[in-house]
C-alpha cells in the first residue's frame, strides 16, 4: 500500500513538509485505539533468534533507525510499533538551532537518493530529554550528539559533553556524530589527533558515571563513532588504530557522502541543488566495502553497525556478510516504506 498509495502522493510535495506532515501522522493515528496493534501485527516480528548481543546491550533484533529522522526524540514510542530493534535520535547540540536555510532536502527519485544539508537543525539537548523521559521502554535508544554550528573550534568538545552528560541517563547508547558534511568548520572533526583528544574527553566522562560520582549514577555507556564513507583506506587505518588506542565500543559505517559520482539524474539537476550530503541507493556498495575493510583489517575487533543504501533485504544481508553486526536504515524507510524493517528480519530468520 505505502508503495502504491502513499509514496506517490507524498512524493508530490516538498520533501521536508512531507516529513512533518508523516510525523503528525504517526502520532494521530497512534492514538486511535486499536491502531498500535494493527501496526504491530502488521511489521513486528518477534523471535529470539532475531536478538544480537552487542556491548553489552540486547537488540530485539538487528534493524535499526538511522538518526536524523526522529531529531527530537519525538516519535521513538510510535516508531517502535514498525518493528524496530533500536531508534538512533539526534543529532542533538547542547543549544536549539534552526541549521542550513531552506530548501535543504532533495529527493533523487531516478536514484532513489537523497542529497541533504539539513545543518543540524535540532531543538537542543534541554528539549529531547524532556521527549526521552517518556519512554516506554520498548526499545533501545541510541543517542547521537554534535555541536553547535558556531562554536569556536577551541569549544567543541564542551559541546560534546555537554550533551553527553545531560543524555546519559536516557539513552543506551551514544553517537559522536563528527563525518555530517552539513555543519560549520568541518576539517577539525576529521583530524585524528582532535578525534583523540574528544574521544578521551568523552570516555573519562563516561568513567565517572562508571564510579557513581555523577547526580544521576549511572554505569557507563557505549560510545560509537560515525564515520564517512569517502574515507580512503590509509584514513580507515586511522579509524581502525584510534578505536583500538581509545578504546571505542563500534563504528557506524556509514554517514552521508559528498561524492555525486555515477548518478542518473542529470547534472544540471544537481548543480542546481549544490552542496549536501548524499545517502541512499548510490552510496550502497562504498559503505558496504567502508564495512568490509575496516572488519577484515581489524580481524573484527570491534562491533560495526551499517548503514547506507539498505533499500531491500538483499541489501542488509549483504552489510551484515560484510561485517556489519546490526544495520540502520533511513532513505531506504523513506522510499520502500515500514515494510522493509519486517522484510529483512523475516530474510535474517529464513537464513
Not at 541517563?169 to 555543519?183: A, I, K, Q, T
Not at 588506542?245 to 544537481?270: C, F, H, W, Y
Amino acid at each position: 500500500m505505502y508503495k502504491l498509495l502513499l509514496r506517490p502522493l507524498f512524493f508530490l510535495f516538498d520533501p521536508e513538509k512531507i516529513h512533518y506532515f508523516t510525523f503528525s501522522l504517526i502520532k494521530m493515528t497512534s492514538k486511535i485505539p486499536g491502531f498500535k496493534a494493527v501496526f504491530r501485527s502488521l511489521y513486528v516480528i518477534e523471535n529470539v533468534k532475531l536478538e544480537r548481543k552487542l556491548f553489552g546491550l540486547t537488540f530485539k533484533n538487528p534493524v535499526g533507525l538511522a538518526a536524523g529522522f526522529d531529531k527530537n526524540a519525538v516519535l521513538y514510542n510510535e516508531l517502535a510499533n514498525f518493528g524496530f530493534g533500536f531508534i538512533e535520535i539526534g543529532t542533538v547540540t547542547p543549544k536549539g538551532q534552526a541549521g542550513n536555510p531552506k530548501k535543504r532536502l532533495f529527493r533523487l527519485k531516478s536514484d532513489q537518493g537523497i542529497i541533504n544539508r539539513m545543518g543540524f537543525n535540532n531543538e537542543g539537548v534541554e528539549a529531547a530529554i524532556s521527549q526521552l523521559k517518556k519512554n516506554q521502554g520498548k526499545l533501545i535508544i541510541g543517542g547521537n550528539i554534535g555541536k553547535n554550528t558556531h562554536t569556536k573550534p577551541e569549544d567543541y568538545t564542551k559541546d560534546y559533553l555537554e550533551c553527553f552528560n545531560a543524555l546519559h541517563p536516557y539513552v543506551d547508547y551514544f553517537v559522536l556524530n563528527v563525518s555530517c558534511p552539513n555543519v560549520g568548520s568541518h576539517a577539525k572533526l576529521n583530524d585524528k589527533d582532535y578525534l583523540e583528544e574528544l574521544i578521551g574527553a568523552v570516555q573519562k566522562a563516561n568513567a565517572t558515571f562508571e564510579n557513581g560520582h555523577t547526580e544521576h549514577s549511572r554505569s557507563a555507556k557505549p560510545i560509537l563513532l560515525k564515520i564517512a564513507p569517502d574515507l580512503n583506506d590509509g584514513q580507515l587505518d586511522e579509524i581502525i588504530a584510534l578505536v583500538a588506542a581509545t578504546k571505542l565500543d563500534g563504528v557506524i559505517a556509514s554517514n552521508t557522502s559528498m561524492d555525486r559520482s555515477g548518478l542518473k539524474t542529470p547534472k544540471e539537476q544537481l548543480e542546481s541543488i549544490g552542496h549536501g550530503g548524499l545517502s541512499g541507493q548510490p552510496i550502497k556498495d562504498k559503505s558496504t566495502r567502508v564495512i568490509k575493510y575496516l572488519s577484515d583489517k581489524s580481524h573484527k575487533a570491534f562491533p560495526i553497525i551499517g548503514v547506507g543504501g539498505i533499500h531491500t533485504e538483499k541489501d542488509a544481508i549483504e552489510k551484515i556478510e560484510a561485517g556489519a553486526d546490526l544495520v540502520q536504515i533511513y532513505t531506504g524507510f523513506i522510499y520502500e516504506g515500514p515494510s522493509l524493517v519486517k522484510r529483512i528480519n523475516k530474510a535474517l530468520l529464513e537464513k
